[in-house]
């Protein structure tokens, strides 16, 4: 079983920037990690995913806005936020697929103020 331990929400102003982080109980050869979202009353979303063989892909909404990378250790996947919108206000929830196997974290609420 992989736990999935998120940081980095919280509160921010229109413009202004957060960097999200998840780290991983167990760092994996091949795996995709990322991040969905869910904003009340919406459908899921796939915000930005990265895999450890350095495929990337992003949502089109926040693609030119978002860059999501591994640190030094293949367990830790972080997102990096800037120029965020009101629309960008979510739970934003860390997974991590392994073979076909999917984990998610707790979610982290993020709030963007007009």
Not at 23 to 28: G, L
Request: glycine content about 12%.
């Amino acid at each position: 079983q992989v736990q999935l331990v998120e940081s980095g929400g919280g509160l921010v102003q229109a413009g202004g920037s957060l960097r999200l982080s998840c780290t991983a109980s167990t760092a994996f050869t091949i795996s995709l990690m990322g991040w969905y979202r869910r904003a009340p009353g919406k459908e899921r979303e796939l915000v930005a995913v990265h895999s450890t063989i350095g495929y990337t892909n992003y949502a089109d909404s926040v693609k030119d806005r978002i860059t999501i990378y591994r640190g030094n250790t293949k367990n830790t996947v972080y997102l990096q936020m800037n120029s965020l919108k009101p629309e960008g206000t979510s739970v934003y929830y860390c997974y991590e697929d392994i073979r076909g196997a999917t984990y998610w974290g707790p979610g982290n609420q993020v709030t963007v103020s007009p």
